[in-house]
């Protein structure tokens, strides 16, 4: 019960409401406050954030807001269509109508929200009907209190909405009527006004008729005084001639004592003294020098100069003269200039006089105009003969050089230069191929954005004239002459496209006018068109050069598979063929099953030109000197996709890498060729350019790629002979190995064993006749030729598995502990000879395989103890182990006290199974070979120091490993 009377107040308030805005309506009869106070009300009687009226436009069928309740600036007069908008539905079908969710509602016209920044959440939509005829709607938008629009608001709005009708009806009827009551008494004025005009006119008709007479008589004298001067222009056709024999008919004629003639120059805009007669020189020579001002010509006519002070200032009085007429000289609607007459006594001037002053006016601007087309014939007929002249001066040679030269001459004659340049355009960019007479060179390279003037031409499409670049510093020359004062350029255009620019540059303003524009066009276009020749010509001549190239260079290639003379070969054919500086080519080792990346890049050829600059010629690897692909990421990316690359000086997407090795040997642009064989990247080829920034085009790609993957496949087949010429010295090898294994073995095994059968018959045939004593000595000679075999096997065994073992792996070494193990093994003999060791307590920490590093120590110790001593002079062997650290190696040695070694039997040492010193000691020979063979598998190397009676020094080196 509560909420329905709450909701009956809620009526009754709004009803209140309602009748107050009647009220309000009624006595408003303008439309547009009218029209305000509609849309006040309906946002107040609806709690709506916004209310608006939107009229139907009768011509365009369109909706239109007339009034808001706030934001009318920005909606005002906004086109709403009729079919695609809720208000058009609502004024559709003639009935209110409720959305609760505009945004999703398909009928929202969205676009004024877009315009003016409002979000429609809710709507309702009361169309506006007056009688049967729609008008419009009223909307309101958005409950403030984020209610949605009920019954209560429909029927309140809609309440509004006929009151509104009415009044809007009522206000555009008031003001039909005031329209039709302001139009009649225009009417009325306009009548009045006709009448009087009439009166008017027939008194001055009646006046006229009066002075009719008078004029006739003037007219006669205007007319003869018109047709001498129209005689003496028609003489000639020289522009001087003209306004000579013009003022001088005009001063007779009209009775004053002297005049001048001034035109305006067609490049300044100045006026500029042409022709004078019957004045003082001093006011001529004072004009000649400070020009003339609008205080002298700008006046029709001055009776007396005594009365105009400002016209006097160049001293006319003083000279005598006291009066002035002057009329402009005009053709078709155009100032041409100005014509001045002067008298020595003040001079009447009526309208007639003014009037034949301009006719005379007229007639010297028809013949001025004549006489400068005359000379633009003239002109236009010497500019053909040039142009005519300088097309075949240009057809007479297709080298681009000499074009380049024959250009700027014969440019000099179509429109006369200070200095001059020619630039090519692509992509935003250019390069300047030519300049002449500047002081200063222009930058090669430039971006559009950085020449103005060539990117207005650019815009343009056609010339482009600056009259004064200090009028236009924006369009002044940075880097040319600073005393240039005019500019023209024009653009060259050859298959409908923009190729480059031609630039003239002088150091006197208003040079170039829109002749000189006209025939630099015309030239322009010739050059384009010469310019393309030489190209063509130029691009026909480099592909034969390209193919007698290939033939040679693939013909060689079939000949030869000695990489030494094949490869820079193809080096300097690929510089010449695509016309770069320098070239280089890098050869990547076998990969096997590892990634690309780690594969050693080398240089294996390389060649520059004699124009290459210094830093060009310093390679980022000597040859012999290596690297890995991974310290290459750009040039590894590259050759994973196994495409051609190229990188330009300024390429924002450049590798760093890359761009620094482009400024570190002042290069402008590379281009990368990898060398491919099947599936496998045998290396790449570099063409380096360092005069001229371009861009390598696809077909100087595609003929680099053609000629280098010959030159992989000739790689590839000469790795693949040279693998076979190896295989074929590595079994010839170990073939003769062999041989020499089974002679060492057959003679070193033969001495033992002959000693022990030998020994074993001496036992057999006299056991029981020796005693004890010779029966043991016998037996120990026994024991020990049976050691001597079991070491020899031991020894070819060792040999055996070191040649089958392919890949070693290395591990760090306690070197203590392997001395110690060695010494051990050596005990009996150390003690038996009574050797002296000396040692370091400390070892460094080498790289290698630990069984095989004991080998070498005790062969080397082995052979010291053998050869060590001085056996005459009962001095007993003496041995001293070391180590010296050297860069990523160690050198461990082992020095004995023994007689040395000749230079001869050092060159011995170390060839496969060869033996030292017969006499002293029955060793195997098998030992030196076998340490050689470890260490190298280990990575290092063995050698001997030793000079007779100095006893010898054995080393061998090893990797340091790793901290």
Not at 71 to 80: A, G, H, M
């Amino acid at each position: 019960m509560f909420v329905k009377m709450r909701n009956v107040e809620t009526r009754l308030r709004r009803l209140e409401r309602i009748l107050e805005f009647s009220r309000e309506l009624t006595s408003t009869v303008s439309l547009e406050p009218l029209l305000h106070k509609i849309v006040k009300a309906a946002a107040e009687l609806t709690g709506s954030e916004m209310a608006a009226i939107l009229l139907l436009d009768g011509h365009t069928g369109e909706l239109r807001f007339v009034a808001s309740s706030n934001l009318l600036d920005k909606l005002f007069d906004i086109p709403v269509p009729f079919d695609e908008s809720i208000a058009g539905a609502a004024l559709s079908s003639g009935k209110p109508l409720i959305v609760p969710d505009a945004r999703a509602d398909p009928r929202h016209y969205k676009v004024v929200d877009q315009l003016i920044g409002f979000e429609t959440r809710s709507l309702l939509a009361v169309p506006l009907q007056f009688q049967d005829r729609r008008i419009g709607v009223l909307e309101a938008e958005n409950k403030r209190d984020g209610d949605e629009f009920d019954q209560q608001d429909v029927e309140t709005l809609t309440a509004l909405a006929a009151q509104a009708t009415v009044a809007i009806e009522n206000a555009r009827l008031v003001e039909a009527l005031q329209k039709s009551h302001d139009e009649s008494e225009h009417r009325v004025e306009e009548r009045t006004d006709e009448l009087l005009k009439a009166n008017a006119a027939l008194k001055k008709e009646v006046a006229e008729r009066v002075r009719a007479e008078e004029a006739l008589q003037r007219r006669n004298r205007e007319l003869a005084a018109l047709n001498a001067i129209t005689q003496a222009l028609s003489t000639s056709l020289e522009l001087q001639d003209i306004l000579d024999q013009a003022l001088a008919r005009a001063v007779n004629a009209l009775g004053f004592v002297g005049g001048l003639i001034a035109l305006t120059d067609e490049r300044t805009g100045e006026l500029a003294l042409f022709s004078h007669a019957g004045l003082p020189q001093p006011l001529i020579e004072h004009l000649q020098t400070q020009g003339l001002s609008d205080d002298l010509c700008g006046s029709a006519y001055i009776k007396d100069l005594h009365e105009n002070t400002q016209a006097n200032e160049y001293g006319l009085l003083e000279m005598g003269l006291q009066s002035c007429a002057s009329a402009p000289i005009a053709c078709h609607d155009r100032t041409l200039g100005i014509f001045c007459l002067f008298d020595t006594a003040p001079h009447s001037f009526s309208e007639t006089d003014h009037t034949l002053l301009t006719a005379i006016g007229q007639q010297i601007g028809v013949a001025v105009e004549n006489a400068r087309l005359f000379r633009d014939v003239v002109r236009e007929r010497q500019a053909s003969y040039t142009l005519l002249n300088t097309a075949k001066a240009l057809s007479t040679t297709l080298d681009f050089d000499k074009l380049l030269e024959r250009i700027l001459d014969e440019l000099q004659h179509v429109a006369p230069y200070d200095t001059a340049s020619i630039s090519m355009l692509r992509d935003e960019r250019g390069w300047t191929i030519a300049v002449r007479g500047l002081e200063h060179a222009l930058a090669r390279r430039f971006v559009l954005e950085d020449r103005p003037l060539v990117q207005r031409i650019v815009r343009a499409g056609e010339p482009v004239i600056v009259p004064d670049v200090r009028q236009e510093p924006d369009l002044a020359l940075d880097e040319a002459s600073a005393q240039a004062r005019a500019r023209l350029g024009a653009p060259l255009i050859a298959k409908g496209e923009i190729i480059g620019v031609l630039i003239m540059n002088s150091r006197h303003p208003y040079t170039y006018d829109k002749e000189a524009a006209h025939r630099a066009f015309a030239f322009a276009h010739q050059v384009a068109l010469a310019i393309e020749n030489s190209r063509l010509y130029g691009q026909v001549q480099a592909k034969l050069r390209e193919a007698n190239l290939l033939h040679s260079v693939t013909t060689a290639l079939s000949f030869t598979l000695d990489l030494d003379l094949m490869l820079p070969y193809v080096a300097r054919s690929l510089c010449e063929i695509l016309n770069g500086t320098s070239v280089e080519i890098y050869g990547l080792s076998e990969q096997g099953d590892q990634p690309l990346r780690s594969a050693t890049v080398a240089l294996i050829a390389g060649y520059a030109t004699p124009g290459s600059t210094e830093a060009e010629k310093k390679r980022r690897l000597a040859q012999g000197q290596t690297c890995t692909l991974a310290d290459l990421p750009a040039m590894a990316e590259a050759l994973a996709q196994r495409r051609p690359a190229q990188v330009q000086e300024d390429d924002p997407k450049a590798d760093p890498h890359v761009q620094a090795s482009l400024k570190a040997r002042d290069a402008r642009a590379m281009l990368l060729l990898p060398m491919v064989a099947g599936d496998r990247v045998l290396g790449f080829a570099q063409v380096w350019e360092s005069k001229s920034h371009r861009r390598f085009t696809t077909g100087e790609i595609a003929t680099g790629q053609t000629l280098v993957h010959q030159a992989a496949i000739t790689i590839d087949n000469a790795r693949l002979v040279e693998a076979l010429r190896q295989r074929t010295i590595e079994l010839q090898a170990r073939n003769e190995e062999l041989d020499a294994f089974a002679h060492t073995v057959a003679h070193d095994l033969k001495t033992p064993l002959t000693s022990l059968i030998g020994f074993g018959n001496l036992l057999e045939q006299r056991l029981t006749e020796m005693s004890e004593e010779e029966l043991r000595d016998n037996l120990q000679m026994m024991i020990q030729s049976g050691h001597k075999m079991n070491t020899i096997i031991g020894e070819l065994f060792l040999l055996t598995s070191v040649r089958k073992m392919e890949k070693v792996e290395m591990a760090p070494l306690d070197m203590a502990y392997i001395v110690a193990e060695t010494r051990a093994r050596l005990g009996d003999v150390l003690k038996r000879h009574q050797v002296e060791i000396i040692m370091p307590e400390d070892w460094p920490v080498a790289l290698g395989r630990g069984p095989w590093v004991e080998e070498v120590w005790v062969n080397y110790i082995s052979n010291a103890v053998k050869y060590g001593g001085r056996p005459d002079e009962q001095v007993p062997p003496r041995i001293e182990l070391g180590f010296d650290e050297l860069v990523k190696k160690v050198r461990f040695w082992v020095r004995d006290n023994g007689p040395g070694l000749t230079p001869e039997e050092q060159a011995q040492m170390f060839t496969p199974f060869t033996r030292l010193n017969q006499a002293r000691a029955k060793g195997h020979g098998l030992g030196l070979s076998i340490v050689q063979r470890i260490v190298e598998k280990m990575d290092g190397q063995v050698g001997v120091e030793s000079a007779p009676g100095q006893g010898s020094v054995f080393f061998f080196t090893l990797p340091i490993a790793p901290i």
